[in-house]
């Protein structure tokens, strides 16, 4: 009998509805990922953060068409995936449904598990995070660890950045690169989690300097190229530089913006930076803003190369 094999994607999710804004919010500010301090102080930080940020949330959700994108885009990367592999595939959210234990539930019975975060650079308060969600479930349901396979970070893998570079000259066009600066805009953290040893900006960086690479072996030459951090929340120092400050820097009044930190667009591609951060460049008299898209269901082609990986060990 051939072996059943379950690819799993985990991300970190997104209100399907307006409903689930403040389960949403509420989720993610609770998870000691995020906010690490104990239970109780977590949770009387986590109702002022949420009370404060809801009915801003929802109306940036609203904007969007009453949910995140990040629903609609990871539906139908998980459709093109079935219909292309032999192994079943599913997705689950860390912070709104569909949940671990429900997915699992349903599918306890396969014999093996390919597990990949949709996060390719390695982070406590996104990778970690996931998989400590997955890994409850996997224990409540009593299903055997080593029935597991995961990755853990894959920025450098070379069909992944390949695909950063087609979505770059998608945005750019037909257009002159060197008539343009590119930023590579990741999500921030707090500058404190860094010193604590978490490798995300690392991570960043090096996938930078690949992406870069590619770039140059393409032919493609931009007058600049920047990495910058959007995102930053509250009055603590967050990892610099941030992307307004960056947007201030430039010397063309012509950029294109990579989120380079999503596999899928998301509230903070199609609205912080689609939108805001659009306005703030307007301001500072940028001429021509451009944001790239995520690879979305682009990013199939590297979910296939790192389960053909997972398969030959």
């Not at 990922?33 to 009387?44: C, D, L, Q």
């Not at 650079?121 to 409850?136: E, I, Y």
């Not at 996997?138 to 029935?147: F, G, S």
Request: proline residues 4%; glycine residues 4%.
């Amino acid at each position: 009998m051939k072996m059943k094999t379950a690819i799993l994607l985990l991300n970190m999710g997104g209100p399907n509805n307006i409903s689930e804004v403040k389960t949403f919010l509420n989720n993610m500010f609770n998870d000691k990922a995020i906010i690490g301090a104990p239970f109780f102080i977590r949770k009387f930080i986590a109702h002022g953060i949420v009370k404060n940020r809801l009915s801003e949330a929802t109306k940036n959700y609203e904007s969007l068409g009453g949910k995140s994108p990040i629903v609609k885009y990871t539906k139908e990367l998980v459709k093109e995936l079935n219909d292309e592999l032999d192994e079943d595939v599913f997705y689950i959210m860390r912070y709104t449904p569909p949940y671990a234990y429900d997915v699992l539930k349903n599918i306890r019975d396969y014999d093996k598990f390919f597990v990949i975060p949709l996060y390719p650079h390695f982070s406590t308060t996104t990778t970690m995070s996931s998989l400590n969600h997955f890994l409850k479930a996997l224990y409540k349901l009593k299903i055997d660890r080593t029935k597991i396979a995961w990755v853990d970070k894959f920025y450098d893998n070379e069909i992944y950045n390949r695909s950063i570079v087609k979505r770059i000259k998608e945005a750019l066009k037909d257009d002159d690169a060197e008539d343009f600066e590119l930023v590579f805009s990741a999500h921030g953290l707090p500058q404190k989690i860094i010193d604590k040893g978490d490798q995300y900006m690392r991570h960043i960086k090096q996938n930078v300097f690949f992406a870069r690479k590619e770039l140059l072996k393409q032919g493609i030459n931009f007058f600049n190229t920047h990495l910058a951090y959007q995102s930053r929340l509250g009055p603590i120092e967050w990892i610099k530089p941030y992307l307004d400050d960056k947007l201030k820097s430039l010397k063309k009044k012509k950029v294109i913006i990579y989120p380079i930190a999503f596999l899928i667009d998301n509230s903070e591609t199609k609205y912080e930076l689609d939108i805001e951060y659009k306005e703030i460049a307007k301001n500072l008299g940028i001429e021509d803003y451009r944001v790239a898209s995520a690879p979305n269901s682009m990013i199939k082609e590297t979910i296939k190369d790192l389960c053909k990986m997972m398969h030959n060990n």
